[in-house]
Nanobody
Framework: VQLQASGGGLVQAGGSLRLSCAASGLTFGSYAMGWFRQAPGKQRDIVAAMSTSGSTTYYADSVKGRFTISRDNAKNTVYLQMSGLKSEDTAVYYC???????????????WGQGTLVTVSS
């Protein structure tokens, strides 16, 4: 199983980025997908997650109204559209796949390598 995250980079505060995560080696439509992030010296926290069909989503309070998770099961890809970026959004962002569960990191079976998002103020 491979989860390949991309789309990170340097952006000014208030700007936008779109992260993508391409999955292979698994039945993508059978897995909930999530985005997590880890800032230096901090624990890895969930940012957003989406159920297999897309009917259920979860967002951390810190990103509600600014970030949007979506998935394209035909392309085996999950996205995270980030807008209104703040310096505190600076972190390495990871995508992950869960056969069961949605909100907790321990539910996730497979993890991508991470992509760095840096927001300059």
């Amino acid at each position: 199983v491979q989860l390949q995250a991309s789309g990170g980079g340097l952006v000014q505060a208030g700007g936008s980025l779109r992260l993508s995560c391409a999955a292979s080696g698994l039945t993508f439509g059978s897995y909930a997908m999530g985005w997590f992030r880890q800032a230096p010296g901090k624990q890895r926290d969930i940012v957003a997650a989406m159920s297999t069909s897309g009917s259920t989503t979860y967002y951390a309070d810190s990103v509600k109204g600014r970030f949007t998770i979506s998935r394209d099961n035909a392309k085996n890809t999950v996205y995270l559209q980030m807008s209104g970026l703040k310096s505190e959004d600076t972190a390495v962002y990871y995508c992950a796949a869960a056969r069961y569960g949605l909100r907790t990191a321990t539910s996730y079976d497979y993890w991508g390598q991470g992509t760095l998002v840096t927001v300059s103020s």
